[in-house]
């Protein structure tokens, strides 16, 4: 016999393991009591089902042994005189005519019985005695003999109940033996086992989760723990599993942080190496550009020495104050490029920054004939410097004039997207120039690349424009237009870069 969870060695229980065994009773009462409800339900069938069938069996058996009685008396009458009616034969008690009437004998049946060929006896009376009414021809008179036996009712109502006492003591001697010694072995105790289990799961005791296979029993509750074990191995296995995912997690994310770490030190050293070498660039063109206004002022220069009482001409003169303003012009852009600073945060209007740019660049060039059709109204604000941007768009907006030669005209709208999971405004500037030549487009934005390093440009405005809206967090864009004329694209996060600090509001301090 298999041995009970009570029998199985244990260690001594944890406070969880204590609670857990007072919530749960020792054997599982409500299984108990409804084998109790149905241990009762069927000795009530069990006596209804005697009442209705064996009762009814038993007392029809009497009655035909009663008429047999009766059939018995009236064939005695032969032995009597013709003139003789007895009143009974033994038990049975006879009635003649009239008194015969008295138990239910109709005039039909009567006069059935007188026919020469009727039935000769019929059955009359009630279940509660016999009685068979026959026509005795020597007598001309119908006879009845009714009997009813006491001893045989009696014994009917002995037989029924030894049989009910007999078949309830039977099924509570069967029903003890299930309820002490099969039940608790076969059902209760595996079903207090798989409790007992479940519990020790909840509480996290991983040494009583599982049920040990020799207290499995070989029927479908041992296939429920079998099943039930093979779930938990499973889940404790995922469980591991699980864990040594998250513990290798956990090490690809400390070196990914630690990448991460290098990547971005390697980032700034790499952004430290670019502005070098856009530094290097940008001297060498600011040495080949700053060549010929030098070897103008050198000459005006050899020319004064040689005649220094012979004055200067003023057309020479002219040409100094260009070759000066010149080289102011290439100092304050060589500023403008190697300036760092970190962007203010402010809200700002883009169509009005837009508009300002484009009355300054009406000023400082001849832009008459050259239109600007403004789709900016329904531009959204931006964070951002409003100073470095006006910048940006003011050397975008000179640039479009500078390629048209002063004629044509220039297209400026907007429009939001959402990219990344971030909103962007994009600016886009079009005009109807020649566009950009394709060897120079890939390097357009590099210092001093430009096909118009005359007096007008010094090939530094894309490369700062460039620089500015880098340092907004956004991207500057150059792309031809198929329709002819060259486009740019100004993208800009709409709320401004994550890493940078609002700006305080006018009035307040810092």
Same mark, same amino acid.
């Given at each position: ?26 054997t ?21 089902l ?21 059939r ?21 008690k ?37 009685a &068979? ?41 069967i ?6 010694? &099969? ?95 856009s ?10 550009e ?12 050899e ?8 004055? &200067? ?73 409003p ?72 090939g ?51």
């Open positions: 016999m298999p041995a009970t969870p009570e029998q199985i060695p244990r260690r001594p229980a944890t406070k969880a393991q204590a609670a857990t065994r007072i919530l749960l009773p020792q599982p009462w409500r299984i108990r009591r409804k084998m109790v409800v149905l241990h009762t339900a069927f000795s009530i069938g069990l006596a209804v005697l009442l209705v069938v064996v009762r009814p069996a038993a007392l029809r058996v009497v009655l035909a042994g009663e008429r047999e009685q009766c018995t008396a009236l064939a005695a009458l032969d032995q009597f005189p013709a003139s003789v009616r007895p009143e009974s034969v033994g038990p049975v006879l009635l003649w005519d009239e008194e015969a009437a008295s138990i239910d004998l109709s005039e039909s049946l009567v006069a059935t019985l007188r026919e020469p060929r009727g039935p000769g006896t019929v059955n009359v009376g009630t279940p509660a005695y016999a &068979i009414a026959a026509y005795d021809a020597r007598r001309d008179a119908i006879v009845a003999a009714t009997y009813r036996s006491p001893d045989g009712r009696a014994g009917v109502r002995r037989l029924y109940i030894f049989l009910g006492v007999s078949l309830l003591l039977a099924y509570a001697a029903a003890t033996i299930l309820e002490l010694f &099969i039940l608790p072995q076969q059902v209760y105790a595996p079903i207090r086992r798989l409790l007992l289990a479940d519990k020790a799961v909840q509480a996290g005791d991983r040494e009583r989760e599982v049920i040990p296979p020799e207290l499995m029993p070989s029927d479908e509750l041992g296939e429920i723990m079998r099943s039930r074990n093979e779930s938990v191995l499973k889940l404790r296995e995922q469980e591991r599993a699980l864990a040594e995912a998250l513990d290798q997690l956990e090490v690809v994310a400390s070196d990914l942080k630690r990448k991460n770490h290098l990547l971005e030190t390697v980032e700034r050293n790499m952004a430290d190496q670019d502005r070098l070498v530094l290097g660039m940008m001297s060498a063109g600011l040495a080949h700053m060549n010929t206004p030098l070897a103008v002022l050198k000459g005006v220069a020319e004064i020495a040689r005649a220094p009482r012979g004055g &200067i001409e003023p057309a020479r003169a002219q040409l100094m104050l260009r070759v000066v303003k010149r080289l102011e012009t290439l100092s304050e852009s060589l500023l403008d490029f190697a300036r760092v600073r970190a962007p203010r945060q402010d809200e700002v209007d883009l169509s009005r920054i837009v508009r300002e740019a484009w009355t300054l660049v009406r000023i400082d060039r001849e832009a008459k004939e050259v239109e600007l059709i403004d789709r900016l109204y329904l531009a959204p604000r931006v964070l951002g410097d100073d470095r941007l006006l910048q940006v768009f003011v050397n975008l907006l000179r640039n479009a004039v500078d390629a048209m030669d002063g004629r044509g005209r220039i297209v400026a709208g907007c429009e939001t997207l959402e990219k990344q999971d971030q909103t962007w405004v994009r600016v886009f500037i079009t005009d109807t120039g020649p566009g950009i030549h394709p060897e120079v487009l890939p390097r357009l934005f590099e210092p001093f690349t430009s096909t118009r390093l005359d007096s007008q440009g010094t530094l405005g894309l490369a700062v424009a460039e620089g500015i809206v880098r340092e907004h967090g956004g991207v500057l864009l150059a792309r031809n237009n198929p329709g002819g004329g060259a486009v740019f694209e100004v993208m800009l996060p709409a709320e401004g870069r994550k890493d940078l600090p609002r700006s305080p509001e006018r009035g307040t301090t810092p």
